[in-house]
């Protein structure tokens, strides 16, 4: 199994924006509220220079298909993203927009939980940590559970394929 849970890769998001994300997201209404939890979801063509998700697409195994903006002011519960059929990310490339000192935290179970994609209802254990950067695209597992942990608020950008091959198979074709 791979043992990291994330992947830095070179990809600059000096110019991933054609406007404003934070601006733009405040002028609508998101997509879910949940205390003080905002998501919203984006098309790639509303908040993307064209030359940057193609140079993006031309580095990475699937093509982009659109992105969430998160904006959270406090811890996020432990969760994971993949639940078939009808939330099947298993990873994302993610990077948060402006400086935060938010800590993405990645968990195991015990025994493993893959049927419960919240709290999992049994102890956890943490594995890895990675303060996500702001100036590179990262890989993250999204299909293990996890959680944001942050002492200030923070928007993060994460970037979706329509790939559902496992984060081992991912990895791998990143010729990692």
Same mark, same amino acid.
């Given at each position: 199994?791979?043992?990291?849970?994330?992947?830095?890769?070179?990809?600059?998001?000096?110019?991933?924006?054609?406007?404003?994300?934070?601006?733009?997201?405040?002028?609508?209404?998101?997509?879910?509220?949940?205390?003080?939890?905002?998501?919203?979801?984006?098309?790639?063509?509303?908040?993307?220079?064209?030359?940057?998700?193609?140079?993006?697409?031309?580095?990475?195994?699937?093509?982009?298909?659109?992105?969430?903006?998160? =904006?959270?002011?406090?811890?996020? &519960? *432990? %969760?994971?993203?993949?639940? +078939?059929?009808?939330?099947? !990310?298993?990873?994302?490339?993610?990077?948060?927009?402006?400086?935060?000192?938010?800590?993405?935290?990645? =968990?195991?179970?015990?025994?493993? &939980? *893959? %049927?419960?994609?919240?709290? +999992?209802?049994?102890?956890? !254990?943490?594995?890895?940590?990675?303060?996500?950067?702001?100036?590179?695209?990262?890989?993250?597992?999204?299909?293990?559970?996890?959680?944001?942990?942050?002492?200030?608020?923070?928007?993060?950008?994460?970037?979706?394929?329509?790939?559902?091959?496992?984060?081992?198979?991912?990895?791998?074709?990143?010729?990692?």
């Amino acid at each position: 199994m791979t043992e990291s849970n994330y992947l830095t890769l070179p990809i600059s998001t000096e110019h991933a924006h054609r406007i404003d994300p934070i601006e733009y997201c405040q002028s609508r209404e998101p997509n879910t509220i949940y205390f003080d939890y905002r998501m919203y979801m984006l098309q790639l063509d509303e908040i993307f220079n064209p030359d940057w998700i193609d140079m993006v697409n031309d580095y990475i195994p699937s093509p982009l298909t659109h992105a969430i903006a998160f =904006y959270r002011e406090t811890d996020s &519960s *432990i %969760h994971q993203d993949y639940a +078939p059929p009808h939330r099947t !990310y298993r990873y994302a490339y993610n990077y948060t927009i402006g400086k935060s000192d938010s800590t993405m935290t990645w =968990y195991d179970t015990n025994p493993p &939980s *893959i %049927h419960n994609t919240q709290w +999992p209802g049994q102890p956890v !254990y943490p594995v890895q940590s990675l303060v996500l950067p702001e100036t590179h695209l990262t890989l993250v597992n999204t299909s293990r559970f996890h959680a944001i942990h942050t002492n200030t608020p923070r928007w993060t950008m994460s970037l979706k394929t329509d790939n559902t091959d496992s984060w081992e198979e991912t990895i791998r074709k990143h010729n990692v």
